[in-house]
């Protein structure tokens, strides 16, 4: 074999190149791997430091995070311009470190995510702090938690072009941050007001323990390109400055509390009222705070929170849940809303008591809603979890109202899933796991020792029981009870011959799909229609 010439270059090539060893970092398992590797070498050190930062960092501890300022202390000038996501999930830290950290962090031109758990203590480190993070120009997506003053002056401050933002004000240092201001002071509070800095580019926005009130500020910015309002764990919602600021809008989203304080069979009269000003306003024209979405795409909640919005324009997917018996007062309005919105596609979840029957009120809703809603329907997913109610004590009488009143619409796809109710002492007794001893932990993915440390991160380790199981004799299992009433229900369902009935019935019906969850995880029984033209109802069934 020839010989390597070495005299001209001086040194042999690598056995592993720079790519390899590069691809050798980024595919480590932790960085404390991929910083030992790039401190093998000049140029590993100074590539490998991109490769690593490409992934999210997750920072929980001080010493995590005086770790990493070093690491990117370690070359200034262009460490820092590779990090692209940062997770904070700490409190408070010491004032030094908070001013180290503030003057690192305006040299991140490239972070585009920044997420803080505790963003009011984090702050309130140090005022520079604050000062440092609004100079960030590059962030689109912004995620504070237990917000409070100090996040409200990050927000005025910060010019960034933010397209996604998560707000939750929930409870920071032990104290709801709304408790702490005056109610006056709250539509400065309002988000088409303090998030005005972002009204070009916010496309997406998540309020969460976001409160307003009926009075508010009429929004000085309109945000065009904003698509998606999220609002979680919010009690009562008042349309119109949403509707003035985000004319384009096209989902909501919402996951409020409503359905557990409202009461049986009751309207609440706050609910009842916020309803109809949302009505009143958005029959008003524009020019006097009034009007209603138009470009409006899908809506998805409780009906509770849909009742409560008052909507007014066309919607062409509805997303409902009426799973909680304290809807069963707003149920009868039900008729009323689709007959405003008019939707192409409704998801109805529900089920039947003593307390709710919601099957009914869709059953009398889609006789109720006027001819416009009815011809504008055109597919139907239900899903409906049978428990007999004095109402209506068996389930082939609920199937039948409800398929009575589906032959009333022009639905062509129509999806249907029954599910059987089983007591919650039986579903324990079959359910193994249930008295199953685990003693295990979460690791939340926060990797601060590849940052600061030489030990092991630490590992969840099995813990072995404190007793032999092979010795240990175990008691003979119980046989399962028989089927409660509505579980036979359920289980004797004839869900071919009822699939077919709704086919003979329904001549504008092309694609049919009905489900019956059968008791006790037994699997499940499926009718569907073939799709050859011939309307054959096919049958099959599986055992999960």
């Known amino acids: 074999m020839d010989s390597i010439d070495t005299a001209s270059g001086g040194t042999h090539p690598p056995t592993l190149n720079y790519d390899v060893l590069l691809n050798v970092v980024a595919q480590s398992g932790s960085r404390r791997t991929g910083l030992a590797i790039m401190h093998t070498c000049r140029v590993l050190y100074y590539n490998g430091a991109r490769i690593l930062l490409r992934d999210p960092v997750h920072l929980s501890t001080e010493r995590g995070l005086l770790s990493f300022l070093y690491f990117l202390r370690g070359a200034p000038q262009s460490r820092p311009r590779h990090v692209r996501e940062l997770s904070l999930h700490m409190s408070d830290i010491q004032p030094r470190l908070a001013q180290l950290f503030g003057r690192v962090c305006t040299c991140m031109k490239g972070l585009e995510s920044l997420t803080m758990t505790s963003p009011e203590r984090l702050l309130g480190s140090d005022p520079a702090l604050v000062v440092g993070l609004a100079k960030l120009k590059s962030l689109t997506h912004l995620s504070l938690s237990d917000s409070g003053e100090q996040a409200c002056t990050l927000l005025r401050l910060l010019q960034a072009p933010l397209k996604t933002v998560l707000l939750s004000w929930g409870y920071a240092a032990g104290k709801f941050y709304w408790e702490t201001i005056d109610e006056d002071d709250w539509p400065e509070l309002h988000p088409t007001i303090l998030l005005e800095n972002f009204a070009g580019t916010l496309e997406e926005l998540t309020c969460q323990w976001w409160h307003t009130c009926e009075d508010y500020i009429r929004p000085r910015k309109t945000f065009p390109r904003l698509q998606h309002l ?18 384009n809008l096209a989902r909501i989203s919402v996951h409020s509390c409503n359905d557990e304080n409202t009461f049986h069979d009751e309207v609440d009269e706050n609910v009842e009222d916020n309803h109809e000003l949302n009505v009143a306003r958005q029959s008003l024209p524009a020019s006097v705070h009034g009007g209603t979405w138009e470009r409006m ?31 069963s007062g707003y149920l009868p309005f039900l008729g009323e809303t689709l007959s405003h919105t008019t939707p192409a596609y409704l998801d109805f979840t529900t089920r039947s008591d003593d307390e709710c029957d919601g099957l009914k009120w869709l059953s009398t809703a889609l006789r109720d809603m006027n001819i416009e809603a009815r011809s504008r329907l055109k597919t139907l997913a239900v899903g409906f979890t049978f428990e007999s109610s004095r109402d209506v004590p068996d389930l082939a009488a609920a199937m039948e109202d409800f398929a009575s009143a589906v032959e009333r619409t022009y639905v062509d796809g129509l999806q249907l899933t029954i599910v059987s109710y089983t007591p919650f002492h039986i579903t324990r007794d079959l359910d193994d796991s249930w008295t199953a001893a685990w003693n295990c932990s979460y690791d939340q993915g926060y990797d601060d020792a590849d940052w600061d440390s030489d030990e092991e991160s630490a590992r969840v380790v099995p813990m072995s029981s404190s007793r032999n199981e092979q010795d240990e004799v175990r008691a003979p299992r119980k046989s399962p009870p028989p089927l409660t009433a509505e579980e036979q229900m359920v289980e004797d369902f004839d869900v ?8 003979e019935t329904l001549p504008s019906l092309r694609d049919v799909v009905v489900i019956v969850e059968r008791p006790r995880n037994r ?22």
């Open 230 to 247: 999220i609002i979680e764990e919010v009690g009562m919602f008042y349309v119109a400055p949403y509707v003035q600021a985000f004319p």
């Open 297 to 327: 795409q899908e809506f998805q909640g409780s009906f509770v929170d849909f009742y409560i919005f008052g909507l007014a324009c066309h919607i062409p997917r509805l997303i409902l849940n009426a799973n909680c018996s304290t809807a």
């Open 496 to 503: 071919a011959a009822y699939t077919k009935g709704l086919v």
């Open 523 to 544: 699997g499940r029984r499926v009718a569907t229609l073939t799709c050859d033209g011939s309307r054959i109802v096919e049958c099959l069934e599986y055992d999960q």
